[in-house]
């Protein structure tokens, strides 16, 4: 998609006229497809090895110090202009405190998030979407997050819930689907939780059997904790079907569009939830829903990796939410603790205040840094591989959240515990972001176990040779020359990381080139005892 034709129909939607954006977007299209040389086009995206993945192989991309600049300074401005009426309409027209209470968020609100065109912020413009970029969708994530139902509804629709037709979804699904999630007037679910699977998706239950003229699944089963359950109109479903392999029927996961409308889609209560109260939590069940055989995402059995894949994208954004979060809580108790005054000083004063305040502010700043660095890779890069970043980047963000909420609380002291401040709402809130979209206990393994992968095919070779030392004396030897000095804690230091840095950073440098040597250490070693095993 060419830059010009989507900054054009930003701006255009920016004055609330969403028919002349969707006409002008289609007319440039055409235009651009007759004379594509006299538009601006994007730049070109680059290939590179995985960032993260590599340091499990003792590899620093150096051109990561130097920060990715995705958005021109034309481009910057145009986001502002989007960021700053969603901002003002949160600050305005957002009772967080009464969507809390009420357990739902208003109709009104909720026509105003359509029309600021929340509901579809990475759909392309051909579809009818804003088509933002991932740096772009984290830039508005961290205004979305100041209520936290508003941002889990919005999450589960667009990070999660459309995002297989998005990623999977041939031009048919796309069409036909993809126009009416963009404006809100349809709104999408993830079902992949049930009572028995939760963190072990492949277990799920929930089956698709194919009619006899082979034209439609039976749609059989329950889905547990689903966000915008009950007020979804498409909803993706993961269900185990039969397929053929190898002369073997075997049972795997396979993904679906399902259409409220298709019949056999009901829904429980919503649940009573400790936070984020204002989305929609429930229970979903389907009985017999006939679903057409073309509403397949991707192909039969490909289900498991489509989901995985889903969630895998959407978790970047976490750092920059909860960055947004925290700035806003860190000026209301900036605000407490230069006005309140104890032992005839104010907080501000006293040394360990301080401290809370200036711990807060390098987690803040550790977050955006994370977010936006890897949602640059993501702009910048062909087929970005940043899963792992991303994995990252939602377990460190999630529980920096919960600390810093915390503390933030703290400083209030017994005035940040009442509800008339959103200290308490925004730590109940918060407390989700450690369990979903894969819990930080299971993200920590997939983070581990894609390194080793990593390494491993890359190390196969030299893991085989030092679990045969008496066949291979001389390489066991050099690798054992190789190994004493991180065996004494003291690898040599030969990335010079620190002439890509700023001389105050000299220390640092040092300190990231020897734990990324030691990562390496350590994932031979784990390889070379355990082999595949391990991974």
């Known amino acids: 998609m060419l830059y010009s034709v989507n900054r054009a129909t930003r701006r255009l939607f920016l004055f609330g006229n969403l028919k002349s954006m969707r006409n002008y977007a289609t007319k440039s299209q055409e235009v651009s497809a ?20 590599n340091l499990f192989l003792g590899r620093f991309d150096k051109d990561v110090l130097s920060y990715p600049e995705v958005l021109d300074r034309e481009r910057l401005q145009t986001l502002q202009e989007m960021v700053d009426p969603i901002e003002k309409f949160f600050k305005e027209n957002v009772d967080s405190k009464e969507i809390d209470q009420n357990e739902k968020i208003s109709d009104s609100v909720m026509k105003t998030l359509k029309e600021l065109g929340l509901f579809g912020q990475q759909i392309p413009v051909e579809y009818g979407g804003l088509g933002l970029s991932a740096t772009e969708y984290a830039r508005i994530g961290e205004v979305t997050a100041l209520d936290g139902g508003i941002a889990v509804t919005l999450a589960a629709h667009q990070a999660i819930g459309l995002k297989g037709i998005l990623i999977a979804g041939n031009e048919h699904q796309k069409q036909k689907y993809l126009p009416k999630l963009a404006t809100g007037e349809h709104i999408a679910a993830f079902c992949l939780t049930e009572p028995s699977s939760g963190s072990d998706a492949a277990s799920i239950q929930t089956r698709a059997t194919l009619s006899k003229d082979g034209k439609t699944f039976l749609l059989n089963g329950s889905k547990i904790w689903i966000s915008n359950g009950g007020i979804a109109d498409i909803f993706t479903v993961f269900a185990k079907t039969k397929i053929e392999e190898k002369n073997e029927v075997k049972d795997k996961v396979t993904a679906f569009i399902v259409e409220r409308k298709f019949g056999g889609v009901t829904n429980g209560q919503p649940e009573d939830k400790l936070g984020i109260r204002g989305s929609n939590t429930c229970e979903v069940h389907f009985d017999n829903t006939p679903v057409p055989i073309e509403n397949i995402i991707g192909e039969i059995g490909s289900g498991f990796k489509i989901a995985m894949n889903i969630l895998n994208s959407g978790r970047f954004s976490m750092g920059s939410s909860g960055a947004g979060c925290l700035k806003y809580l860190m000026g209301l108790a900036t605000e407490h603790a230069i006005n309140r005054n104890q032992f005839d000083k104010p907080l501000k004063d006293f ?13 803040i700043y550790a977050m955006e840094s994370m977010s936006y660095l890897t949602a640059g890779l993501l702009d910048s890069q062909e087929n970005a591989d940043c899963a792992v970043e991303a994995a990252i980047v939602k377990v460190f963000s999630s529980e920096a959240v919960w600390y810093s909420v915390s503390e933030m609380l703290q400083i209030l002291g017994g005035l940040g515990y009442m509800k008339q401040l959103p200290f308490e709402r925004l730590l109940r809130d918060s407390r989700i972001l450690m369990i979903f979209e894969g819990t930080n206990e299971i993200l920590r393994m997939f983070i581990s176990l894609m390194g080793c992968q990593h390494a491993g095919k890359e190390l196969a070779e030299t893991v085989r040779k030092l679990r045969n030392p ?16 991180q065996k004494l804690d003291d690898p040599k230091l030969w990335m010079d990381l620190k002439g890509y840095l700023h001389p105050s950073l000299m220390n640092s440098a040092d300190r990231l080139e020897y734990c990324t040597l030691r990562l390496q250490y350590a994932v031979e070693i784990a390889l070379e005892q355990y082999g595949k095993k391990n991974i």
């Open 470 to 485: 008496l066949m291979n004396p001389k390489f066991v030897f050099r690798m054992g020359w190789n190994r004493r000095a």
């Open 34 to 53: 007759i004379d594509r040389e006299s538009e601006v086009t994007t730049i070109k995206k680059s290939r590179r090895e995985p960032f993260a993945k």
């Open 351 to 363: 040394e360990l205040i301080k401290e809370k305040f200036t711990k807060v502010a390098l987690l």
